[in-house]
């Protein structure tokens, strides 16, 4: 069935030195990626290989009768089923048998000839687009090989498009687009400049987009014990926030999606698709709310960033009561229902008495309404995990004890990029079929001719930005995300998301990334045994130029904790940076930390002058 999240949340307006502000478990401590829960993989086409070694025959069988294959994303016991929901489940058995197997023929396709499908790819590309007004002035025709076409077109960002997609929004989709390749919507992303980016969004953009979310998500299907019966809370956004002068829907692809589901389809969702459309924030919150804890039979919630899951689960520990008003007396009275709203909307703001009554009685027997207690069902939740959403994760651990966490991969309003094969971890396969990838080393980005690399090519444990050549018109696009590889799954890379390129401070040439702050904090707090609500690290122009990191602690520490805690944060960014460590070295070892009231660390890391 179709998955989708809202997308574009991490391409936010980016100016100056960035910092992170990201909240950490209380007493989750955080945990190694990839060592809890079991991976759902196919265990004929799916093979994990690192280094491209792959396993003999002898240690796949060891490996099948230790448990290490086939084994589900979560062992919870299913019951309660409504009747309905088993037969709904019947009616979707031939599509999701169909999914299955386009999944299982991708993957063998993938380990066995990455460099023909890129290549494939790249020629239904240029094909596609061939006569659109900027083929026209870069020379794009099919038959460039991938060496032509990288001397024909630059790398570049969203400004070398914005003239083209300006015209498109005027109605001239030729600008960018090839005669039958269809418009349907722009996916709106904020820029790096005072300017929105508008992403066209076309048929063909759009059958990719769809087959990644279903690829990812036939295998939890496959694997979940009782996931294919029940429902699935997922969080999105409308694609009709505005209007191009020549009419076309400018939002976020996730409602376009949801808006073209089949009645059968559509029924698997707990939120209507209308209630992207709200736009009162708190009243939107409200409503899903009121919807989620009103259905007793959500077996997932899919959603893009934790965060997400941690203010709604937050906000109801922190005010059980309004939820509970909400499901008794209804939202009716709040909300306005158009007429073109469907009949699970207007049903969704009626009283659920006997749901709120359900709950009340649990939160007097119990004094909190966890996720585990208010969904016996639920199996799943599916949000990232990589780069700076890995600091949420731990806190949502701990309100969602013994709920797997999926990563659903790497995916922007520009397109799906990896695709992960096992639970708890936020590496994935790199979705080969859909887009062109180059990519390009992190050490050579300043270069002024930097040796891009193809997929096939890269190294496991270096970073690269990765390139996207799309069916929405975009060549050599650098997305501005940094990855790492992996490892292979035979001859395609797997990868992880580790920052935006553009969260990265840089004082005297030391560079410090998002993603080796988060890093640098979570092992600390391992070491030191002291847990963060949030924290931010910021530079300082004093004297002294410096880093000031500043941590609100959950729980109140020893000194002796704290002093340990600053330390190990500086051996860590060291240990992570080589030229932190190196500006480090050149001035004394200065390292202080200040303990300015029970709950607030503010540690200095000094660099050199």
Same mark, same amino acid.
């Given at each position: 069935?179709?998955?989708?999240?809202?997308?574009?949340?991490?391409? +936010?307006?980016?100016?100056? %030195?960035?910092?992170?502000?990201?909240?950490?478990?209380?007493?989750?401590?955080?945990?190694?990626?990839?060592?809890?829960?079991?991976?759902?993989?196919?265990?004929?086409?799916?093979?994990?290989?690192?280094?491209?070694?792959?396993?003999?025959?002898?240690?796949?069988?060891?490996?099948?009768?230790?448990?290490?294959?086939?084994?589900?994303?979560?062992?919870?016991?299913?019951?309660?089923?409504?009747?309905? +929901?088993?037969?709904?489940?019947?009616?979707?058995?031939?599509?999701?048998?169909?999914?299955?197997?386009?999944?299982?023929?991708?993957?063998?396709?993938?380990?066995?000839?990455?460099?023909?499908?890129?290549?494939?790819?790249?020629?239904?590309?240029?094909?596609?687009?061939?006569?659109?007004?900027?083929?026209?002035?870069?020379?794009?025709?099919?038959?460039?090989?991938?060496?032509?076409?990288?001397?024909?077109?630059?790398?570049?960002?969203?400004?070398?498009?914005?003239?083209?997609?300006?015209?498109?929004?005027?109605?001239?989709?030729?600008?960018?687009?090839?005669?039958?390749?269809?418009?349907?919507?722009?996916?709106?992303?904020?820029?790096?400049?005072?300017?929105?980016?508008?992403?066209?969004?076309?048929?063909?953009?759009?059958?990719?987009?769809?087959?990644?979310?279903?690829?990812?998500?036939?295998?939890?299907?496959?694997? %979940?014990?009782?996931?294919?019966?029940?429902?699935?809370?997922?969080?999105?956004?409308?694609?009709?926030?505005?209007?191009?002068?020549?009419?076309?829907?400018?939002?976020?692809?996730?409602?376009?999606?949801?808006?073209?589901?089949?009645?059968?389809?559509?029924?698997?969702?707990?939120?209507?698709?209308?209630?992207?459309?709200?736009?009162?924030?708190?009243?939107?919150?409200?409503?899903?709310?009121?919807?989620?804890?009103?259905?007793?039979?959500?077996?997932?919630?899919?959603?893009?960033?934790?965060?997400?899951?941690?203010?709604?689960?937050?906000?109801?520990?922190?005010?059980?009561?309004?939820?509970?008003?909400?499901?008794?007396?209804?939202?009716?009275?709040? %909300?306005?229902?158009?007429?073109?709203?469907?009949?699970?909307?207007?049903?969704?703001?009626?009283?659920?008495?006997?749901?709120?009554?359900?709950?009340?009685?649990?939160?007097?027997?119990?004094?909190?309404?966890?996720?585990?207690?208010?969904?016996?069902?639920?199996?799943?939740?599916?949000?990232?995990?990589?780069? $700076?959403?890995?600091?949420?994760?731990?806190?949502?651990? #701990?309100?969602?004890?013994?709920?797997?966490?999926?990563?659903?991969?790497?995916?922007?309003? #520009?397109?799906?990029?990896?695709?992960?094969?096992?639970?708890?971890?936020?590496?994935?396969?790199?979705?080969?079929?859909?887009?062109?990838?180059?990519?390009?080393?992190?050490?050579?980005?300043?270069?002024?001719?930097?040796?891009?690399?193809?997929?096939? #090519?890269?190294?496991?444990?270096?970073? +690269?930005?990765?390139?996207?050549?799309?069916?929405?018109?975009?060549?050599? +696009?650098?997305?501005?995300? %940094?990855?790492?590889?992996?490892?292979?799954?035979?001859?395609?890379?797997?990868?992880?998301?580790?920052?935006?390129?553009?969260?990265? $401070?840089?004082?005297?040439?030391?560079?410090?990334?998002?993603?080796?702050?988060?890093?640098?904090?979570?092992?600390?707090?391992?070491?030191?045994?002291?847990?963060?609500?949030?924290?931010?690290?910021?530079?300082?122009?004093?004297?002294?130029?410096?880093?000031?990191?500043?941590?609100?602690?959950?729980?109140?520490?020893?000194?002796?904790?704290?002093?340990?805690?600053?330390?190990?944060?500086?051996?860590?960014?060291?240990?992570?940076?080589?030229?932190?460590?190196?500006?480090?070295?050149?001035? $004394?070892?200065?390292?202080?930390?200040?303990?300015? $009231?029970?709950?607030?660390?503010?540690?200095?890391?000094?660099?050199?002058?």
């Amino acid at each position: 069935f179709f998955f989708q999240a809202e997308d574009g949340i991490r391409d +936010y307006k980016v100016t100056g %030195v960035q910092t992170c502000a990201l909240p950490i478990s209380e007493t989750g401590k955080p945990t190694s990626i990839g060592t809890t829960a079991a991976a759902f993989r196919n265990g004929t086409a799916t093979h994990v290989v690192a280094c491209g070694d792959r396993p003999s025959a002898r240690r796949r069988r060891a490996q099948h009768r230790n448990g290490h294959c086939h084994k589900s994303a979560s062992s919870r016991v299913v019951s309660g089923i409504p009747l309905a +929901y088993r037969l709904r489940t019947l009616l979707g058995t031939p599509l999701r048998n169909r999914v299955a197997r386009s999944r299982q023929r991708f993957l063998k396709a993938a380990a066995a000839d990455c460099r023909g499908i890129q290549e494939t790819v790249l020629q239904d590309l240029l094909k596609l687009n061939s006569g659109s007004e900027f083929a026209k002035d870069f020379g794009l025709r099919p038959g460039l090989s991938p060496q032509q076409f990288r001397s024909q077109v630059p790398i570049s960002d969203y400004e070398l498009y914005r003239p083209y997609v300006d015209r498109m929004l005027h109605g001239e989709t030729r600008a960018l687009l090839g005669r039958r390749n269809r418009l349907l919507m722009f996916a709106m992303t904020s820029g790096t400049t005072s300017s929105s980016k508008y992403i066209p969004v076309t048929s063909r953009f759009l059958s990719d987009y769809r087959a990644g979310w279903q690829m990812w998500g036939i295998e939890l299907y496959r694997t %979940v014990p009782g996931l294919p019966h029940l429902n699935v809370v997922q969080i999105a956004s409308s694609h009709r926030r505005s209007l191009t002068a020549a009419g076309t829907p400018c939002g976020n692809i996730s409602g376009l999606v949801a808006s073209m589901q089949s009645p059968v389809v559509r029924s698997l969702y707990t939120i209507p698709a209308a209630v992207a459309d709200v736009s009162d924030a708190d009243l939107k919150r409200r409503l899903i709310l009121s919807l989620a804890f009103g259905d007793p039979h959500v077996g997932m919630f899919v959603t893009a960033n934790p965060s997400t899951l941690l203010q709604l689960f937050e906000s109801v520990e922190n005010d059980p009561e309004q939820l509970l008003r909400d499901l008794h007396d209804g939202l009716s009275d709040h %909300v306005t229902i158009p007429k073109a709203a469907g009949r699970r909307l207007r049903a969704a703001v009626r009283p659920k008495i006997q749901r709120a009554r359900q709950l009340q009685q649990l939160l007097r027997s119990t004094g909190r309404l966890t996720p585990r207690d208010v969904w016996p069902n639920l199996q799943v939740l599916a949000c990232w995990t990589g780069g $700076s959403a890995s600091a949420y994760t731990s806190r949502l651990r #701990e309100i969602c004890e013994g709920i797997t966490i999926c990563d659903h991969g790497l995916h922007a309003s #520009e397109g799906r990029m990896t695709m992960p094969l096992a639970a708890e971890t936020s590496s994935g396969l790199l979705e080969i079929g859909t887009h062109y990838f180059e990519f390009l080393p992190v050490a050579e980005a300043e270069s002024a001719n930097p040796d891009v690399l193809n997929a096939w #090519e890269l190294e496991p444990g270096s970073e +690269y930005y990765i390139l996207l050549t799309t069916s929405s018109g975009f060549c050599r +696009y650098n997305i501005r995300d %940094v990855v790492r590889c992996t490892g292979f799954h035979g001859d395609a890379p797997l990868l992880e998301f580790l920052h935006k390129g553009a969260h990265i $401070s840089s004082i005297t040439g030391e560079k410090i990334s998002e993603s080796q702050v988060v890093e640098a904090v979570r092992a600390a707090q391992v070491g030191a045994g002291l847990w963060t609500a949030q924290f931010t690290m910021t530079p300082e122009w004093l004297d002294q130029p410096g880093y000031t990191l500043y941590v609100d602690l959950r729980r109140q520490a020893e000194s002796t904790q704290l002093e340990r805690f600053a330390s190990l944060v500086e051996q860590q960014l060291c240990d992570r940076n080589e030229e932190y460590r190196e500006k480090r070295q050149t001035r $004394s070892e200065e390292h202080t930390s200040e303990l300015q $009231s029970p709950c607030n660390l503010v540690c200095r890391l000094l660099l050199e002058k």
